[in-house]
């Protein structure tokens, strides 16, 4: 990737990459040895040190201790691979605001294009929530939180409908073009020059509150909450929040003024939403937020997404508990208002966002449209149905376990098959395409032995030798796979072995071979 022009006085990169350094999404394709000395012989694919765009001396620890832990070479070598990947590659630009010389910015891409989307940035980031404490270090993984949490707040105060931005002026980094959206046609207006892409999906407003409730309960930090833009930022959530709560139709039958409206010139009819930009018609009364698109960027078929209000209430309820620590009558306020509402959106995604399977039973529904009509089906990007507990949702039991069994199926229509790996595709890449990232969360919410052991091992032989988690892979052929750079799913990998040593280390003493 072309390296940006750094800002001497706001650059606070510990390693500066140098202007040598061959360009990732080249270096990730091709096999670097040493190869690992198992049965996959997995390349190595870190940058060398000068190429790599942060340093964290508490990951290349974890990484040393991790060697010891993780007994198969294959497995240890993904491992090593994977879960510095953000930090090696996708920190494009580390610094400060232009108006303010104690606000750090972050940006980060997730791999090829140089703009950064919400929701990736709060996932790449949660990867590293095991290595995140307090400190003032602007060197710190602590302080790249905050960058990110600074930097969304300006983003989601110029455009809050939209989920990808372009580059802070403040790096001098050019601003990246985007030709499929150059005909699009969105309301509320944007510009390109803040504005890479505005699709609204509701997750991306969630991943706002998710590291903000990362940041805090891993390192205490109320106060930082209240310096800068967050609570604002906030405000500007709710408010795209509850005027999505707008139905197609008033009482009298007459066609609302839509808060959002997006038509893309396209083949695909994912990238574009029906009705002239509208969506399919969604019923009043049901308490549950609409989302234009799914977190794979996809437009839904039916704009009441439940993952995606399942996210949004479980991290508004935990973001208003930072809210109450801000000790002001306003913040006091908003800090009852959020509670209210996460509250409110789980009993409408119980009351609503259910239906009952004649094979399943009682089983959360992928979207509805309070109409009756529902979506059964489930999608590898987070959030998922899938997903629903490690986004800290409070499923109910019974009804999260019927909705695996579905999704985990060939009676979901996106759950693919084949001797080389069974995992959640999605129509991002179409039949056939199974998603590592799905088995990663399948994982991440699994307590059977069996269960992770299987699924590691189709990971491992997923990666056609490059050591790279990629995001999608052909069920039947693992030389047919997308993106060879994806950095948000090999730290999610990385994170999930974290996991696994954590609550089932003797899994990571098991042989792949």
Not at 384 to 398: C, G, K, N
Not at 469 to 482: A, L, P, Q, Y
């Amino acid at each position: 990737m072309r390296r940006p022009t750094l800002l001497a006085l706001s650059t606070v990169v510990p390693l500066l990459v140098s202007a040598q350094c061959p360009d990732y999404l080249d270096y990730a394709s091709q096999v670097h040895e040493p190869l690992s000395s198992g049965k996959y012989k997995l390349a190595s694919q870190r940058p060398s040190n000068e190429c790599r765009t942060f340093g964290s001396p508490a990951l290349e620890d974890t990484l040393q201790r991790m060697q010891s832990v993780i007994k198969d070479p294959d497995l240890y070598r993904l491992f090593q691979n994977a879960y510095p990947n953000t930090l090696d590659t996708a920190i494009r630009w580390k610094g400060y605001a232009a108006n303010n010389a104690e606000e750090e910015l972050t940006f980060i891409i997730t791999g090829d294009i140089n703009a950064m989307w919400l929701r990736d940035s709060s996932n790449q980031m949660q990867s590293y929530l095991p290595l995140l404490n307090a400190s003032t270090d602007p060197t710190s993984i602590a302080s790249l939180y905050r960058g990110v949490i600074n930097l969304q707040a300006r983003y989601l105060l110029t455009s809050p409908y939209c989920n990808s931005f372009q580059p802070p002026v403040e790096s001098g980094i050019q601003i990246a073009p985007n030709p499929s959206a150059s005909e699009d046609s969105v309301f509320p207006s944007y510009s390109n020059s803040s504005v890479f892409e505005c699709k609204y999906e509701l997750d991306s407003l969630a991943a706002f509150l998710e590291v903000s409730t990362n940041y805090y309960n891993a390192t205490g930090d109320a106060a930082f909450f209240g310096k800068f833009q967050w609570v604002q930022a906030i405000e500007a959530v709710l408010k795209v929040a509850e005027d999505m709560k707008t139905p197609t139709y008033g009482a009298d039958g007459e066609v609302l003024a839509s808060p959002y409206s997006f038509t893309r010139r396209t083949t695909r009819a994912t990238e574009t939403l029906a009705n002239d930009g509208l969506g399919n018609p969604t019923a009043n009364g049901t308490g549950l937020i609409r989302s234009a698109f799914r977190p794979s960027d996809d437009s839904t078929i039916y704009q009441l997404f439940i993952p995606a209000n399942m996210m949004f209430s479980a991290y508004l309820s935990s973001t208003a508990q930072i809210m109450s620590q801000l000790n002001t009558d306003r913040t006091a306020a908003l800090a009852q208002r959020m509670a209210d509402m996460a509250k409110s959106l789980r009993d409408a995604i119980e009351t609503h966002g259910t239906v009952t399977h004649a094979k399943y039973g009682k089983i959360y529904a992928f979207e509805v449209d309070g109409f009756g009509s529902s979506t059964i089906m489930d999608d590898a990007n987070i959030p998922s149905l899938l997903s629903a507990p490690f986004i800290t949702y409070p499923v109910d039991a019974q009804t999260y376990q019927n909705t695996r069994a579905l999704i985990l199926s060939a009676s979901n229509p996106y759950f693919m098959r084949g001797p080389v790996i069974n995992a959640v595709g999605g129509p991002h890449q179409g039949p056939g395409m199974a998603w590592p990232m799905a088995s990663i969360v399948r994982i991440f919410t699994s307590d059977d032995d069996n269960e992770i052991k299987t699924e590691l091992r189709q990971i491992l032989g997923s990666t056609a030798g490059l050591g790279l988690v990629h995001e999608s892979v052909n069920s039947f052929n693992e030389g047919r796979w997308t993106r060879q750079w994806f950095s948000w799913a090999n730290g999610l990998f990385g994170q999930m072995i974290l996991d696994l040593a954590a609550r089932k280390p003797e899994i990571l003493e098991t042989s792949f071979q």
